[in-house]
């Protein structure tokens, strides 16, 4: 599924047309957000989407934010294409919306708050925006690869990272151990977890906010689809960060992934990996 969204030449979308497009996807995850809490801390019918293979749950709270989305994206460009983790991928012009309506659904249902509603818009190459939004909290985290912003209510400022060149001193996470499956895998999160400060267990999406706020240094994962990262691209580099994946390469597509606020301490990590 996921090569049918790619492209060799990826659509143009000029200045003016982007931000009409964030301040759409800040909406849609709002829109989101609406659908998600009325099913928050209530009792709910979990489905497994891997029985018998894993635990990958899935809620009437995931499907009812995705639809909203969709119908949301259809009425205003209908022209454009749509990958969501619950209802699959819907092709269009070339520039496709990434949904993931829930990102962390396994602390959603246990009513904690690390999890997140993903919006991005991608040109057949790399997302040219997305969005991070916590609905409980009405925290907003927008970005377009060159800037990027949080919103809480009435509050409004720019995100930046902040400087961290030791791995040392890194603050690290990654959303669970059990991601890493791999040799290659296991032994490169063993060594990143070695070397930096300290390593935080259950954050899915929200840790890349906080390292886009200036709270974290480092987020290492694996395993990730097209829906669970494209969002969080635009985000981290917009606060001045850096996200690839393990080879320095394009993340967009997912696998394994490597994200920091400082520039430096992505060459140290990235060393650390090759090793």
């Known amino acids: 599924m996921w090569a049918t969204i790619q492209s060799d030449s990826p659509r143009r979308v000029d200045p003016e047309s982007r931000a009409e497009y964030l301040a759409f996807a800040c909406d849609l995850a709002t829109r989101a ?28 709270a995931d499907r009812a934010a995705e639809r909203a989305m969709r119908e949301e994206i259809g009425r ?81 400022r720019t995100l930046a990272t902040r400087p961290c060149s030791d791995l040392g001193q890194a603050l690290a996470g990654t959303t669970a151990p059990d991601l890493f499956r791999t040799d290659r895998q296991t032994a490169g999160f063993e060594r990143i977890r070695q070397v930096t400060r300290g390593m935080r267990y259950g954050t899915d999406c929200y840790l890349y906010a906080m390292l886009a706020l200036g709270l974290a240094d480092l987020v290492i994962e694996s395993s990730l689809k097209p829906y669970d990262v494209q969002a969080l691209i635009p985000v981290v580099e917009g606060a001045g960060g850096v996200i690839t994946d393990w080879d320095g390469g394009n993340p967009a ?17 990235l060393a650390e990996l090759r090793n």
């Open 33 to 60: 957000g609406k659908a998600i809490l009325p099913q928050f801390r209530r009792p709910l019918a979990v489905d497994n989407k891997k029985p018998g293979a894993g635990y990958d749950p899935v809620t009437k």
């Open 76 to 156: 205003r460009y209908p022209a454009h294409g749509i990958l969501g983790e619950e209802y699959g991928f819907e092709p269009g012009d070339g520039l496709t919306w990434v949904l993931d309506p829930i990102d962390g659904t396994r602390g959603f249902v246990m009513g904690l708050l690390h999890w997140g509603t993903l919006v991005a818009l991608f040109d057949g190459q790399r997302p040219v925006l997305g969005v991070i939004h916590q609905p409980v909290l009405g925290e907003t985290f927008a970005g377009d690869c060159a800037n990027a912003t949080y919103s809480r209510g009435g509050e409004s």
């Open 253 to 269: 597509m997912g696998g394994d992934v490597l994200a920091t606020g400082d520039p430096r301490l992505h060459e140290l990590a």
